[in-house]
């Protein structure tokens, strides 16, 4: 009897054990499951902050390229006063027309004039938010209009549009590119994995939709979403929100991110059932669960790798995306603080410049201006003052000078000017007068104290100081220093004439040994051993630090510009060496800013070896098989 009730306290107590045991793998399963599905949460969070981050890079980068690309358009059209002219410089851009499906260019009747489409031409557009709402404002900003079919193609777009300004001011029309928006989902589609994930963009003027994955119904493109969303978008730039899709019915939570200064937003959602579905896929067997996280590794990974290149081409410029990048942002074609064409835009629009000059017979006059006075209002009042400063002057000289001439900021309290399609070099005295008379008057600072600066102002003309960007950049650059010792605030123009120049030879010939076949960047190669050539030229002449510093700072700017000119071809046609490419420009880059700050020690010479060793194998080594790709690919 004792036996068998310590047998049954034995049995009883380990099944007490083993419910214990049970209950205590239960309880810890459930703990286990509900920190895995905070942590799946977050990590899904954070996943989609990344992914929302690289989609509004991605975005802010198309629309401020199409931006540009209307802007050169109109700069065309506005010179040449030309339809056929304009047309013709259209058809010529190279746009990805996967993304540009059109680009029209629209009288201030509101009269189709250019258009791919034969059909629209003549036909009016006078009725049109778009073309009214620029007719009526003229803040320089692009108008972004909804989603709405085509009254002739019946293709589902959205237009960005940028006004046409008379030389008076009024209002000469419009230039419209209009988008699909199927590009942008195909793109959100491809790094958006999960059954119920959406990625939308949005207006947040008119709270509509202008791109979708999934694609939404049609009748949902042209009526504003109404969400509790909204509210928390309009009081913060970016955030997290939990909310019933008012699109498809879906309970998600939104990462929201606003795209730039842009009016649009960009948001992702992920539904419970991605938690859930994740969380099951990290609880299965050993070998599933690594599985589950060299996915969610890669995927990440290519997250991460977008982010940067559109932060250093769209950052460097992000890679203007992760840079187009840490650059094209970065590396902006404008200056951030005036608003004003930067160094690479400055040497694009003047190369185009000499390139209309030598076709039409015309004279061109590059003005080289740096300010007097400037660095003792940054001594005594500070940087924000210099900067009112440099804000004050840029837009006065902008109001001094024809739209369709080019005012850049060089950099600090240098500024450049080009004067185009000058029939002859007389009115050039004028125009630099006006630039000093214009600064005669005080400048008011924030703080409501007055300040004065005036200009040195260096000229020289296309063809009679130089026929080359760097001939006349040299002679430009020692006129205005002529300027400065002659007591400043006047102008010189330079008795340089192309004869006079020098006959040594170059450092660094430029043979057919360094061409690859694409014309594109076989001009910019030769642009560049000519400057190499300059800065070798400058430095035995003994010529002044200052000016030679600025030669290099002028050859690092180009280069940059000329990295993404390559960075374009290779995203545009696939390249497969793209990544190695682009990690070899960026350590140049690097190198050359680096060893650039041992210019004031003298060592001149061996920086100028290291750009030009690394220059000519560059050539040789990379971008002949990248031409031998490109030419492969039918681009020559």
Same mark, same amino acid.
């Given at each position: ?20 045991? $049970? ?5 810890? &399963? ?48 506005? /010179? ?14 190279? %746009?990805?027309?996967? *993304? ?8 201030? #009747? ?47 777009? +959205? ?9 008076? &001011? ?31 963009? %949005?207006?947040?003027?008119? =709270? ?60 992702? @959602? ?6 859930? /579905? ?7 067997? $050993? ?26 081409? +769209? ?6 995306? &992760? ?18 064409? #930067? ?42 003052? &210099? ?43 004028? *125009?630099?007068?006006? !630039? ?34 760097? #001939? ?11 300027? =400065? ?24 010939? +430029? ?5 690859? @076949? ?20 400058? *430095? ?31 995203? /545009? ?14 350590? !140049? ?43 492969? /690919?039918?681009?020559?």
């Amino acid at each position: 009897m004792n036996h068998s009730v310590k047998l049954k306290q034995k049995i009883t107590l380990l099944w007490a054990v083993v419910l214990l045991v $049970l209950v205590a793998m239960f309880l810890a &399963g459930l703990e286990a499951r509900s920190r895995s599905y905070a942590e799946e949460k977050a990590r899904l969070e954070h996943e989609a902050t990344l992914a929302n981050l690289a989609f509004s890079e991605f975005t802010s980068q198309v629309v401020n390229q199409v931006d540009a690309l209307l802007s050169s358009v109109r700069q065309f059209y506005l /010179r040449t006063g030309s339809i056929d002219e304009t047309e013709g410089f259209i058809n010529n851009l190279g %746009f990805d027309k996967s *993304i540009v499906d059109n680009i029209y260019l629209i009288d201030a #009747s509101g009269a189709v004039q250019i258009s791919h489409d034969q059909k629209t031409r003549g036909r009016s557009i006078a009725d049109r938010d778009f073309f009214q709402a620029l007719r009526d404002r003229n803040d320089g900003l692009p108008f972004i209009s909804a989603v709405e079919k085509g009254r002739i193609t019946d293709k589902l777009h +959205f237009r960005i549009s940028c006004r046409i300004n008379r030389p008076d &001011g009024s209002f000469g029309g419009i230039v419209v590119a209009t988008i699909n928006p199927q590009a942008f989902a195909d793109y959100y589609q491809r790094l958006t994995p999960g059954a119920q994930k959406v990625v939308a963009l %949005f207006g947040t003027n008119d =709270k509509k939709i202008r791109a979708r994955f999934p694609e939404p119904e049609p009748a949902q493109w042209s009526k504003p979403i109404e969400s509790p969303l909204w509210a928390q978008i309009n009081a913060t730039d970016n955030g997290v929100f939990q909310t019933i899709s008012p699109v498809d019915g879906i309970p998600r939570i939104y990462v929201f991110t606003k795209v730039g200064a842009l009016p649009l937003v960009m948001m992702l @959602g992920f539904s419970e059932a991605d938690i859930v /579905r994740s969380v099951e896929q990290h609880t299965r067997p $050993l070998l599933q669960g690594a599985i589950a996280t060299i996915v969610f590794v890669l995927m990440l990974s290519i997250i991460l790798t977008i982010v940067f290149i559109s932060r250093e081409r +769209f950052e460097r410029a992000n890679q203007k995306l &992760g840079a187009l990048y840490k650059q094209m942002r970065t590396q902006a074609m404008f200056d951030a603080l005036t608003g004003l064409p #930067s160094r690479p835009m400055f040497f694009d629009h003047l190369s185009k410049e000499l390139s209309a000059a030598r076709r039409n017979d015309k004279s061109v006059a590059l003005l080289f201006l740096d300010l007097d006075g400037f660095k003792l209002i940054n001594d005594e009042f500070g940087h924000d003052a &210099g900067d009112s400063v440099l804000k004050t002057v840029a837009k006065r000289w902008l109001g001094s000078v024809r739209e369709i001439d080019t005012v850049a900021r060089l950099g600090g309290d240098e500024f450049a000017i080009i004067v185009g399609n000058l029939d002859g070099c007389e009115s050039i005295a004028n *125009i630099a007068q006006k !630039l000093i008379d214009v600064l005669h008057a005080d400048i008011e600072l924030p703080d409501g104290r007055f300040v004065h600066v005036g200009t040195s102002i260096g000229i020289a003309i296309y063809p009679d100081n130089g026929t080359e960007i760097d #001939s006349l950049l040299a002679a430009a650059d020692t006129a205005m220093y002529a300027s =400065k010792s002659r007591g400043k605030n006047t102008f010189t123009r330079s008795d340089q004439h192309p004869d006079r120049q020098g006959s040594n030879g170059a450092w660094v010939p +430029f043979n057919s040994s360094h061409l690859i @076949g694409i014309e594109e960047i076989d001009q910019q190669h030769r642009q560049l051993v000519s400057m190499v050539n300059q800065i070798n030229q400058a *430095i035995i002449a003994k010529t002044a630090q200052k000016s030679i510093e600025r030669l290099f700072k002028e050859l690092i700017a180009f280069t940059i510009f000329h990295f993404e000119t390559e960075h374009r071809l290779m995203v /545009r046609y696939a390249y497969p060496g793209l990544a190695v490419h682009d990690h070899d420009h960026e350590q !140049l880059v690097d190198e050359v800013t680096r060893i650039a700050s041992e210019l004031p020690q003298g060592n001149d010479l061996l920086v100028l070896q290291t750009i030009k060793d690394w220059l000519i194998g560059h050539i040789q080594n990379a971008d002949k098989p990248l031409g031998a790709f490109l030419i492969k /690919r039918g681009l020559s």
